[in-house]
Every structure is written in structure tokens, then in C-alpha cells.
């Protein structure tokens, strides 16, 4: 996959930030050889691959609904799946595995992975809401796009022709010897101005006001968002 400026990238890289890999050519060689395909969608929910959701396409589809992803129940997640006999094992295995008896029995191991009620009530709240969610990541991706997009050695995730990309989380990569710092330094100005817009003295930041490196970043350049609250009025 070739970025925005030529940088390549990994089709796990594309899944793990809010989009689908390509499962054409996968499918087709699991198929070819009996393979169960188990598809880890923790992040692109809300994406598409080819018209579809991710986690559609295999055996059963895993979910993510920890507190950083687009939508959060604090915790847990979802298995999902057209096989209704995998689904109820499942559910079997999730609540302790109990047989279907008139005293405590248990065949299997089993585990207590319940998502309480209230919770999945919050998560699916959450999902009549999931395309303004999107619609915000991939307008907050825009912006750093515009405002970072031209710097020398910076480098955006592109979208891939299959689909559409959450943009749950806006990650770059870093050419030190065009940008003049590596990706550890940057991550250690970045964390230096966290620490300093927390301090005393109405939030000043840390090193003066920005740190720059090689007169490329100044103190406009933040932290890519990655909160689930993102929104326009975020920048």
C-alpha cells in the first residue's frame, strides 16, 4: 500500500487503525484450504470493505468496545456470526458454561465473559450514533492532513481503494532525515507538552512555548487525536 506521499504500509497496519485489510485474496486461500477465518474487527467498526462491514466476512467477527475505541461500553466487546450453533456454544461458554440441568452442572469449562445489561444498553445507544462518530474521526483526520500535510518527511496513512477508513485513529509515519527528528523524539516533545498544558501558570506549556526540530514544528503540533469525544469544536 502506498501512502500519500509514496511511504508503504503493512495490511496489518491498515486493520489495526480503523480499516479493513484486504480479504479477497485471504478468503480465497483459507477457502482453498479449509481454514477458519476468525476476523479481528476491534477497530474498524464503522469502516467498509467493498460495501460490507469487517467482521462479515469469516466464521465470526470480533469486536472491540474498550474506552479508546469509536464506541465504548468501558470494556468488552462483541462476537458476532450467521452461524446461530457457534453463537449459542459461545454464550453456553461465556456464562460459565452451565448445563441446560436442573442442578449445577458443567461438561465444559467454562468462563464468565457477561457483558452486564447496562452496558450493552450504553453500547447500543452508542450504535444509532456510529456514522456521526466516524464522519468527526475522519474530520479530524482532515485537519491534521491539511495542517501537517506539508511538512517535509510526514507522512499520512492513505485510504485504500477497497473502502472506507474510520480514521478511528490518525497515525503518520516520520522520514528523519527529511523532517529533522525521529519518531521517539517527537514523541518525547509531544509528552513534554502534555506534561507542561497541565502544569500551573494557566497552562504553559513546556520548552518556552513548543519545542521546534528543524523548524518544522511549532506549538501548533499536538497529540493525533485518539479519544473517543473528538469532535469539530476539538480543534
Known sequence: ????????????????????????????????????????????LGAAYKGRAPGAFGKAGIFSFNGNKIITTSGGGMLVSDDADFIAHARKLATQARDPAPHYQHSEIGYNYRMSNVLAGIGRGQLQVLEDRVQARRR???????????????????????????????????????????????????EAGVRGQGSG????????????????????????????STGDGDF
Not at 6 to 30: H, M, N
Not at 201 to 228: A, K, N, T
Request: charged fraction near 20%.
Open 140 to 190: 479530524n483526520f482532515q485537519y491534521h492532513v491539511d495542517t501537517l500535510g506539508d511538512l517535509p518527511g510526514i507522512a499520512f496513512m492513505p485510504e485504500a481503494p477497497w473502502g472506507r477508513h474510520t480514521r478511528w485513529l490518525t497515525v503518520i509515519t516520520v522520514d528523519p532525515s527529511q523532517f529533522g527528528a525521529d519518531r521517539e523524539a517527537i514523541r518525547l516533545a509531544l
Open 1 to 44: 500500500m502506498t501512502g500519500l506521499n509514496g511511504s508503504r504500509y503493512k495490511d496489518g497496519e491498515e486493520r489495526t487503525c480503523g480499516w479493513s485489510a484486504d480479504l479477497t485474496p485471504i478468503l480465497a486461500i483459507c477457502n482453498r484450504y479449509a481454514i477458519l477465518v476468525i476476523e479481528n474487527a476491534a477497530e474498524p
Open 201 to 228: 501558570g494557566g497552562g504553559q506549556r513546556s520548552g518556552g512555548g513548543g519545542q521546534r526540530y528543524g523548524d518544522q514544528v511549532g506549538e501548533g503540533f499536538d497529540c493525533l487525536s485518539e479519544g473517543i
